[in-house]
């Protein structure tokens, strides 16, 4: 055998034992692309659905099953005391004809991964409802806000809290990057509730790099008497 043919043999051979490489390669990064895409989308930290600066907490002060709404006072001079990951809410939102098909949605404060799996965050540092300022509330698009998206407009969001009733109408909605933190920032500007997730909700495996929020304007409800 000549020296040319021996080296094109050589050459194929090495060629060959890399296929089984190329195909390990190939099936690591098409794994990662679906590991970023489904399961790290469940992990407040990585989906960017809430990047408050709050302390992770894995307690839930209070269980969905121990609330109980109050009924509003005469005059809400204060809002109560709330701890770190405690239940204060609990929301449903409908419109004539059709409602979300999950009710008593549990509420809390701080939106950390443990709250983000069993019920809707209120970013901290945003404002009650009946205080000066935006409420902002979150939750994952695969869970309490899969809905969020088809909702209509003019639909009524209602938390009941642990101070009285609140009612809100939905009157825009948006969608942006989920870099882009603007809309979804406390404010004192003014006194509407922001219901945020990742969009779209059928992604098709690919991770949710856009967000989807409703604008909601209060409608009722007692305000904060200085």
């Given at each position: 055998m000549s020296?040319?043919?021996?080296?094109?043999?050589?050459?194929?051979?090495?060629?060959?034992?890399?296929i089984p490489f190329?195909?390990?390669?190939?099936?690591i990064f098409f794994f990662t692309r679906w590991f970023l895409g489904n399961v790290l989308e469940e992990n407040a930290y990585f989906s960017l659905l809430v990047n408050d600066a709050e302390t992770a907490n894995e307690e839930i002060v209070i269980s969905a099953g121990e609330f109980t709404p109050a009924a509003a006072?005469?005059?809400?001079?204060?809002?109560?005391?709330?701890?770190?990951?405690?239940?204060?809410?609990?929301?449903?939102?409908?419109?004539?004809?059709?409602?979300?098909?999950?009710?008593?949605?549990?509420?809390?404060?701080?939106?950390?991964?443990?709250?983000?799996?069993?019920?809707?965050?209120?970013?901290?540092?945003?404002?009650?409802?009946?205080?000066?300022?935006?409420?902002?509330?979150?939750?994952?698009?695969?869970?309490?806000?899969a809905q969020l998206e088809d909702t209509p407009m003019g639909a009524i969001v209602t938390p009941e809290t642990l101070y009285?009733?609140?009612?809100y109408r939905v009157t825009d909605m948006q969608t942006f990057v989920g870099t882009e933190r603007a809309?979804?920032?406390?404010?004192?500007?003014?006194?509407?509730?922001?219901?945020?997730?990742?969009?779209?909700?059928?992604?098709g495996g690919h991770r949710r790099t856009q967000r989807c929020a409703l604008i909601c304007e209060r409608i009722e409800g007692l305000e904060v008497t200085p």
């Open positions: 020296q040319s043919k021996r080296k094109s043999s050589r050459g194929a051979s090495y060629g060959f034992a890399l190329i195909i390990c390669a190939v099936g006072p005469a005059v809400l001079y204060e809002i109560p005391e709330v701890a770190f990951g405690q239940q204060w809410a609990r929301l449903n939102v409908s419109w004539d004809g059709g409602s979300w098909s999950i009710k008593d949605i549990p509420v809390y404060l701080g939106a950390d991964k443990s709250i983000l799996k069993v019920g809707v965050g209120m970013s901290f540092g945003s404002s009650f409802p009946g205080e000066k300022g935006r409420c902002i509330i979150s939750a994952h698009v695969t869970r309490h806000f009285g009733t609140y009612r809309l979804i920032t406390a404010s004192n500007a003014d006194n509407k509730l922001i219901m945020y997730t990742c969009y779209p909700r059928d992604n």
